[in-house]
């Protein structure tokens, strides 16, 4: 197990980043710095906490319950 002081700090170099809680913490990330951090744009989101087209803007391939997954175009 990996401790991290942050959101970004845990994020660093993942293959895919998974939201599992609706605090308000993970639903204010900052997806610029996010996706600086990250090794693969990836994002599920368990919780539906995003809008799967501000999430493509961002160049994430977003995957939330319920809806269609929406990919980032090359």
Same mark, same amino acid.
């Given at each position: ?13 993942? /293959? ?13 990330? /900052? ?13 599920? /989101? ?29």
């Amino acid at each position: 197990m990996r401790y991290a002081t942050d959101i970004y700090e845990a994020a660093t170099d993942a /293959d895919a980043v998974l939201i599992l809680t609706d605090w308000k913490e993970f639903a204010a990330i /900052d997806l610029v710095r996010l996706h600086k951090a990250v090794r693969f744009p990836i994002v599920i /989101d368990g919780r539906n906490l995003y809008k799967p087209q501000e999430m493509v803007k961002h160049g994430f391939t977003y995957v939330s319950v319920g809806r269609p997954a929406n990919y980032q175009a090359d």
